[in-house]
């Protein structure tokens, strides 16, 4: 797992995941590139990430991968992120591209819903909540 | 005592709060009106382990975080 202050170099990413790897005999390589759409006034998009329990959650994905022979990648960007650049990258590698297809899938759903990763948008400046975008985590409510 | 951070959006600063259990940290986390609109959409972790159970047993030095709701991406 990688995190980055600002937009990540997608391009810098997958060309070293994917010479990491070139020894390894995978059957397949799936990458998922997440970039900042235009929308409204936003100058931006700004994230707000809590490592500790980012690291424990992806540690859990990486044992399920593993269970399939194949391994999940990613990298965030902390901070803010122009319009137009990358904020999020992940990817897939496994023998078989059946089960790379299908953990691409669970990863990202699994991360939009429990990583622990806080969005803002950023108008003249200022970093405003993305409250209607945002998803309560498996659990949440406990101590209402 | 118990130390209780509160992440990303809800911009409260770290509190020591006295609690035996999670069921009662719930009891004290109530009286801050401020927690109001945010306590029923947050998950909890107990030392960087996500909890589900209320009747959690707390001890002196423990750390609780509350995470509002996410969206990475």
Known sequence: MELYQGPLDAKEIFGRWLDEQSGSNYGAYIPFIGIIREEGSIEALSFDIYEPILQSWFDAWQERA???????KM????????IHTSSYVSAVFSPRRRVALELI????EDFKANAPIWKY????????????????MDGAGLLA | MIRVE?????GKGPVEVKANTLAELSE????????????????????????????THLKTGDRVTILPPVCGG
């Open chain 1, 66 to 72: 593993a269970r399939e022979g194949a391994i999940v």
């Open chain 1, 121 to 136: 948008d950023v108008i003249n400046g200022e970093r405003i909540y993305a409250a209607d975008r945002s998803t309560p």
């Open chain 2, 28 to 55: 004290r986390l109530k009286e801050d009106k401020a927690l109001a609109d945010w306590l029923p959409k947050c998950a909890v972790a107990l030392n960087d382990a996500m909890v589900s159970d209320l009747q």
């Open chain 1, 75 to 82: 990298a965030h960007a902390m901070g803010d992120v122009p």
């Open chain 2, 6 to 10: 509160f992440l990303g959006p809800i």
């Open chain 1, 105 to 108: 899938d669970a990863f990202v």
